[in-house]
């Protein structure tokens, strides 16, 4: 199971660090991406990270404000959120899966979910 946290409200242009814990499994999954849903839209890819052999990917939307990394020893994974904008609020995922196959940026490419967590920014 995974389990996504720290979610909050901000005021636009503060920061909040997301994380994605792992529990009664392994988090030795290849991939751990971040996607974001906001209301009335499609679920949307953010980041994501492989471990083997180590990369990171990010929307062009959020490149250079967020920073996606993990800790395999605490099974957590983490997006460290700055420059928050009012376009960024939305439920954010985590998903996870082990295989290498599959696509960074689409979400029926990742096999465990966690249940999300609301970012708010305000205006």
């Known amino acids: 199971q995974l389990q996504a946290c720290g979610g909050g409200l901000v005021q636009a242009g503060g920061s909040l660090r997301l994380s994605c814990a792992a529990s009664g499994l392994t988090f030795s999954y290849n991939f751990v991406g971040w996607f974001r849903q906001a209301p009335g839209k499609e679920r949307e890819f953010v980041s994501a990270i492989r471990l083997r052999p180590g990369a990171t990917s990010y929307a062009s939307s959020v490149k250079g404000r967020f920073t996606i990394s993990r800790d395999n020893a605490k099974n957590t994974a983490y997006l460290q959120m700055n420059s928050l904008i009012y376009e960024d609020t939305a439920i954010y995922y985590c998903?996870?899966?082990?295989?290498?196959?599959?696509?960074?940026?689409?979400?029926?490419?990742?096999?465990?979910w966690g249940q999300g967590t609301q970012v708010t920014v305000s205006s």
């Open positions: 998903g996870a899966r082990a295989r290498t196959s599959g696509s960074w940026y689409v979400e029926y490419d990742y096999d465990f």
